[in-house]
C-alpha cells in the first residue's frame, strides 16, 4: 500500500509565497514523473507542475516563473514553491505520482488527498 500525504496549503494574500510538499510512502520500488495539479470550484482538474527522476520539469503557462517544482528522490518527497501568488491561484492542490512497488509490477498513477491554497486579501 502507497500514501500520498500533502502538506504546506493555507490562505495567503496576493503577492504571498506557500511551499507544498508531498511524500510517498509504502511499498515502493521505484517512482517515475511526480507532479502537481490543482481543482479549483466548477473547474477541472489541470496541470501545474511535473518533474521526472531526473530532474526534468514542465509547468503551466499560467504558472511559469513563479512556480518551481523540485524533488528528493531519497525522501521520496516532491515540493512545490509557489511565490508571486495570485486569486486565481485558489485550489485543492493535488500531489501525483506514477510509480511501481516491484521490479516487474506495472507503473499506475496515485494520488494525494489534496490541499487547500487560497489567495485573498
Known amino acids: 500500500q502507497v500514501q500520498l500525504v500533502e502538506s504546506g496549503g493555507g490562505t495567503v494574500q496576493p503577492g504571498g509565497s506557500l511551499r507544498l510538499s508531498c511524500a510517498a510512502s509504502g511499498s515502493i520500488f521505484s517512482i517515475g514523473i511526480m507532479g502537481w495539479y490543482r481543482q479549483a470550484p466548477g473547474k477541472e482538474r489541470e496541470l501545474v507542475a511535473t518533474?521526472?527522476?531526473?530532474?526534468?520539469?514542465n509547468y503551466a503557462d499560467s504558472v511559469k516563473g513563479r512556480f518551481t517544482i523540485s524533488r528528493d528522490n531519497v525522501k521520496n518527497t516532491v515540493f512545490l514553491q509557489m511565490n508571486i501568488l495570485k486569486p486565481e491561484d485558489t485550489a485543492v492542490y493535488y500531489c501525483n505520482a506514477n510509480l511501481k512497488t516491484g521490479p516487474i509490477s506495472p507503473s499506475y498513477d496515485d494520488w494525494g488527498q489534496g490541499t487547500q491554497v487560497t489567495v485573498s486579501s
Open positions: 518533474i521526472s527522476s531526473i530532474g526534468t520539469t
